[in-house]
Nanobody
Framework: VQLQASGGGLVQTGGSLRLSCAAS????????IGWFRQAPGKEREGVSC????????YYPNYMKGRFTISTENAKNTVYLQMDSLQPEDTAVYYC??????????????????????WGKGTQVTVSS
């Protein structure tokens, strides 16, 4: 299982970025994929997760509104569209995966401790 995050960069406040998480060694339909982020001096937090088997999606309450997670099974890739970016969104963004183990588990596993596999992160910097 390998995950490769890309698409980060420097953007001005209010701008947009789309992150990609390319998966290899497994198919998305059997896994829950999540995006997480870690800002300097802060704990890693969940951004969003998607269940590849039924496309159910979870956003923590603090993340609802500006970010959208999606999948493209033909490319075995998960995306995170980030709009109206703010300086507080500056962080290293990671994608992670865990096998689907039951119905309705996307919310349960969408945290740092629920994931089994992690990719290297991609830096997102939002300038004010």
């Amino acid at each position: 299982v390998q995950l490769q995050a890309s698409g980060g960069g420097l953007v001005q406040t209010g701008g947009s970025l789309r992150l990609s998480c390319a998966a290899s060694g497994f198919t998305l339909q059997n896994y829950i994929i999540g995006w997480f982020r870690q800002a300097p001096g802060k704990e890693r937090e969940g951004v969003s997760c998607i269940d590849g088997s039924d496309r159910s999606i979870y956003y923590p309450n603090y993340m609802k509104g500006r970010f959208t997670i999606s999948t493209e099974n033909a490319k075995n890739t998960v995306y995170l569209q980030m709009d109206s970016l703010q300086p507080e969104d500056t962080a290293v963004y990671y994608c992670a995966a865990v096998p689907v183990r039951g119905f309705g588990t996307v919310k349960v596993v969408c945290n740092e401790y629920g994931m089994d596999f992690w990719g290297k992160g991609t830096q997102v910097t939002v300038s004010s």
